[in-house]
């Protein structure tokens, strides 16, 4: 295959940049014909314990037998995520080193205007998203409003605060766009995490929070907090009977937390199919399915063209919410 590439360069270019060209056109093809034969490394963007190390262990043993090769998982947590998805913008391109990044890593810092040393536009391949998990707007026992006209009609005459999983998280942008698409002006309280927005509801020290399946389904159907507004398009399956914002008024609404898989930009796009269709496959898994669900969440299987394109569209939908609001902290 050199042989014949070369003879076709030599006159165009010169014999020394045509064996060059062709030498390294066909290392490319002969790596990517080879592809996977060593181990890969998954970075993780948050620490063990988590839902992204909880997601990346559920695929990980059928990924190895689809590929033929061990997943090292490796846990690179930190500044929100975004250390192990810069770690995968600076890796090789040769398919080795992939990421599993969320919402904040893969969109909502950049709509933050926080300082990344990469673009995810840019600078990492999609390979697919893996699951996806609706807020919930949630309400103490003791809160009158029960849905979300009640919440508006209160907001007219009371102080009424949500609290959120803090600044700068995708909890806090949902809230602001609450706000926003409901034409209220209710305080936005950041705390340290869901967990405690979630045991401030159920002890009545705050009137409404933004929370999530994992943390607060167990409370919801203990009946200890009331579920007022699911930020999925569609109702939750876990939750059926709670509704969507949408249902309730405000068109359009649409939020969740999302973690998907990337790997270096510029990585063979015959190396990146290979791995979305293995992802995809294990994602249409029943087991796979039901586990990922147990986890208050949904497989989200997508093409890397489709997760490039949703990528763009959340950092597009965020950013207009940062901007609209005049500035949010960080």
């Known amino acids: 295959m050199v042989t014949s590439c070369v003879r076709g ?16 056109f066909g290392g490319v093809a002969a790596a990517q014909e080879g592809w996977p034969d060593r181990p890969i490394r998954m970075l993780i963007s948050f ?55 969320g919402a904040g890593a893969l969109g909502g810092n950049v709509a933050l205007g926080e300082k990344t040393s990469y673009d995810p536009r840019k600078d990492v391949a999609p390979v697919t998203v893996l699951s996806a998990s609706p807020f919930i707007l949630a309400a103490a026992p003791w809160f009158a409003g029960k849905s979300v006209p009640d919440i508006i009609a209160l907001s007219k005459r009371e102080k009424t605060a949500i609290g959120h999983g803090g600044n700068g998280t995708l909890m806090h942008l949902t809230a602001e766009m609450f706000n926003q698409m409901a034409r209220t002006k209710l305080p936005l309280i950041p705390y340290r995490g869901i967990a405690p927005v979630v045991t401030d509801l159920i002890g009545g020290h705050v009137a409404l929070g933004i929370v999530d399946p994992p943390s607060a389904v167990a409370a919801i159907e203990g009946g200890k907090i009331n579920a007022v507004a699911i930020s999925s398009a569609a ?38 199919a290979r791995l979305n269709a293995a ?21 989200m299987p997508q093409t890397p063209a489709e997760f490039s394109a949703f990528i763009v569209r959340e950092i597009d939908k965020w950013t207009k919410v940062v901007a609209a609001s005049g500035g949010l902290p960080k």
């Open 9 to 24: 360069l030599l006159f165009a270019r010169g014999a020394s940049a045509a064996i060059v060209a062709c030498l390294w």
């Open 47 to 101: 620490p063990p314990g988590g839902s992204s190390d909880a997601i990346a262990r559920i695929v990980q043993p059928g990924l190895e037998k689809r590929l033929g090769q061990p997943i090292v998982l490796e846990s690179r947590p930190g500044a929100g995520g975004m250390i192990a998805i810069d770690a995968v913008a600076r890796a090789a391109p040769d398919g080795y080193t992939i990421g599993l990044g």
């Open 235 to 272: 109702r939750f399956p876990r939750l059926k009977d709670v509704p969507t914002f949408a249902e309730q008024g405000l068109p359009g609404f649409e939020s969740f937390g999302w973690f998907g898989i990337v790997a270096p930009a510029r990585t063979p796009p015959a190396v990146v």
């Open 279 to 299: 992802l995809v496959a294990e994602l249409n898994e029943p087991s796979v399915v039901e586990r990922i669900r147990a986890l208050g969440a949904e497989p």
